[in-house]
T-cell receptor
Framework: AQSVTQLGSHVSVSEGALVLLRCNYS??????LFWYVQYPNQGLQLLLK??????LVKGINGFEAEFKKSETSFHLTKPSAHMSDAAEYFC????????????FGGGTRLMVKP | DAGVIQSPRHEVTEMGQEVTLRCKPI?????LFWYRQTMMRGLELLIY????????DSGMPEDRFSAKMPNASFSTLKIQPSEPRDSAVYFC????????????FGSGTRLTVV
């Protein structure tokens, strides 16, 4: 069975500081991994995804994530936070060849201080 | 591509009334998902359709909730009778039937039951 754990329901950073949002997954088979972003009063938008190609995945708005099999992690980073990055971020996992179900983490709310 | 279209964006109704939420998936997407999002419970999968057939409705909270997908371009989620605890944001998402594609989400319907 697949599962996702996002450490820290709230993360606060200063504008210009490094953003690090943590995601650990559990999967019995090689996974597909996703990060979604949800801005206030909007739906979830795909930020980036890992589908067994390069382990370092670049997404929109300067975000990237690295798949580390040994650590079962897929942490999301951005070198320099911008005020517009304030949002909720969801990590999700889908097991390969196991149908069409994504399992979402509980979300991390990113706050950016001026 | 107009994306996943949900209507209405906002719905305020009185307890006991019937509420119908609507969703139009992306053309060519054969899987459709209904989610509910609340502060307390986060993002919950309610029901999943594949090729217009309900595959997994284990997340539907109770018999007051029902969902239909009469054709590939339209789905409804109905609550009858509605209760204040049903107040939430309801999202519809669609994809091409493989987990590796992730989901495309609509903008959601914010339901308030008073």
């Amino acid at each position: 069975a697949q599962s996702v754990t996002q450490l820290g329901s709230h993360v606060s950073v200063s504008e210009g500081a490094l953003v690090l949002l943590r995601c650990n997954y559990s999967s019995s088979v090689p996974p597909y991994l996703f990060w979604y972003v949800q801005y206030p009063n909007q739906g979830l938008q795909l930020l980036l995804k890992y589908t067994s190609a390069a382990t370092l995945v670049k997404g929109i708005n300067g975000f990237e994530a690295e798949f580390k099999k040994s650590e079962t992690s897929f942490h999301l980073t951005k070198p320099s936070a911008h005020m517009s990055d304030a949002a909720e971020y969801f990590c999700a996992v889908s097991e390969t060849d196991a149908g069409n179900m994504l399992t979402f983490g509980g979300g991390t709310r990113l706050m950016v201080k001026p | 591509d107009a994306g996943v279209i949900q209507s209405p964006r906002h719905e305020v109704t009185e307890m006991g009334q019937e509420v119908t939420l609507r969703c139009k998936p992306i053309s060519g997407h054969n899987s459709l998902f209904w989610y509910r999002q609340t502060m307390m419970r986060g993002l919950e999968l309610l029901i999943y359709f594949n090729n217009n057939v309900p595959i997994d409705d284990s997340g539907m909270p109770e018999d007051r909730f029902s969902a239909k997908m009469p054709n590939a371009s339209f789905s409804t989620l109905k609550i009858q009778p509605s209760e204040p605890r049903d107040s939430a944001v309801y999202f519809c998402a669609s994809n091409r039937g493989q987990g590796r594609n992730g989901y495309t989400f609509g903008s959601g319907t914010r339901l308030t039951v008073v």
